[in-house]
């Protein structure tokens, strides 16, 4: 079953506008959520995590997301894009009660225009 | 400091042969993970160790997939036999400590660079 989903594979944006990735989760229990950043021929780096704390999580890079229960949603945010941020976005839950194992969504690259 | 590395980066395999893949954790990281990332999906889990011990392997896709850490820190992903399916990039990752959900806590799981395999 699925536990992540990432809608849209593919989004664009110009540069200085608001970036916008969704991610909605499905989870028995209360859920730990990841946004992670992968850019080409590197490894995927942590951007932020909620952990039962505060909702609003803000991460690196002027990233930010909120952590809505009642929408079972966990959106990355950043107010103004820059060309660097392109790159593929993952969302990830851990749900084990005993590991950190991560389960990923199928990612959304984003492009940033000029 | 030193991050994940892996190798090697790239592989090619024929059907059928036998490939291992390494990977050279953060120095002292107790917690390691494998995953398997096919082209345009998400990281899959494959399995995790606490130093020495494989402590989950449900994320094995068959048998034919093996994976050790025999002293607690290089660890090694051996894939027998290999099919066309197997093609993907195996990414490992470490953390610090073991979080765990019943503790509460969380450990930062740092990933390295991935080898890409192609099996032809």
């Known amino acids: 079953a699925q536990s992540v989903t990432q809608l849209g594979s593919h989004v664009s944006v110009s540069e200085g506008a608001l970036v916008l990735l969704r991610c909605n989760y499905s989870?028995?229990?209360?859920?730990?959520l990841f946004w992670y950043v992968q850019y080409p021929n590197q490894g995927l780096q942590l951007l932020l995590k909620?952990?039962?704390?505060?909702?609003l999580v803000k991460g690196i890079n002027g990233f930010e997301a909120e952590f809505k229960k009642s929408e079972t949603s966990f959106h990355l945010t950043k107010p103004s894009a820059h060309m660097s941020d392109a790159a593929e976005y993952f969302c990830?839950?851990?749900?084990?009660?005993?590991?950190?194992?991560?389960?990923f969504g199928t990612g959304t690259r984003l492009q940033v225009f000029p | 400091g030193a991050g994940v590395s892996q190798s090697p980066r790239y592989k090619v395999a024929k059907r059928g042969q036998d490939v291992a893949l390494r990977c050279d954790p953060i120095?002292?990281?107790?917690?390691l993970f494998w995953y398997q990332q096919a082209l345009g999906q998400g990281p899959e889990f494959l399995t995790y160790?606490?130093?020495?011990?494989?402590?989950?392997k449900s994320g094995l896709p068959s048998d034919r997939f093996f994976a050790e850490r025999p002293e607690g820190s290089v660890s090694t992903l051996k894939i027998q036999r290999t099919q066309q399916e197997d093609s993907a990039v195996y990414l490992c990752?470490?953390?610090?400590?073991?979080?765990?959900?019943?503790?509460?806590?969380?450990?930062?799981?740092?990933f390295g660079p991935g080898t890409r395999l192609t099996v032809l």
């Open positions: 989870s028995s229990v209360p859920p730990y």
């Open positions: 160790f606490q130093n020495e011990a494989q402590l989950d």
């Open positions: 909620y952990t039962s704390a505060a909702t």
């Open positions: 120095s002292g990281h107790v917690s």
């Open positions: 990752a470490s953390s610090p400590g073991v979080g765990t959900r019943a503790r509460n806590s969380y450990n930062e799981q740092f």
């Open positions: 990830a839950v851990s749900l084990s009660y005993n590991t950190d194992k991560l389960i």
